[in-house]
């Protein structure tokens, strides 16, 4: 049983930054796939960047540059920072744990969630 966190989101001038935070249970952190998604009112869940159990990430066209996913695995605490936050970037952000092996971005391919953290940017 994983338990996920969010927290971080507010609202934000349009150019500013944020930095979400998504904290886990257990001490195993290290050894998972994690990933932030978001979804906007009307809109697919997308996925944003991912990060497998070796640090290695993987990022959305429209986050390359702009937003940077790391971890803390001795704290269990995942990380988004967004930075030049646009209008476009309003949401609801999610962080999700894969268990299987592999790392993949579709959100189908994660088994558990957090609540999620509302990100507005005007």
């Known amino acids: 049983h994983v338990q996920l966190v969010e927290s971080g989101g507010e609202s934000v001038q349009a150019g500013g930054s944020l930095r979400l935070s998504c904290e886990g249970s257990?001490?195993?952190?290290?050894?998972?796939?994690m990933g932030w998604f978001r979804q906007a009112p009307g809109k697919e869940r997308e996925g944003i960047a991912t990060?497998?159990?070796?640090?290695?990430?993987a990022y959305a066209d429209f986050a390359k540059g702009r937003f940077t996913i790391s971890k803390d695995n001795a704290k269990s605490i995942l990380y988004l920072q967004m930075d030049r936050l646009t209008p476009g970037d309003t949401a609801m952000y999610y962080c999700?744990?894969?268990?299987?092996?592999?790392?993949?971005?579709?959100?189908?391919?994660?088994?558990?969630w957090g609540q999620g953290t509302q990100v507005t940017v005007s």
């Open positions: 999700a744990v894969r268990l299987n092996s592999g790392c993949p971005t579709l959100a189908k391919d994660f088994a558990f």
């Open positions: 257990g001490r195993t952190y290290d050894k998972w796939c």
């Open positions: 990060i497998d159990s070796s640090g290695r990430t």
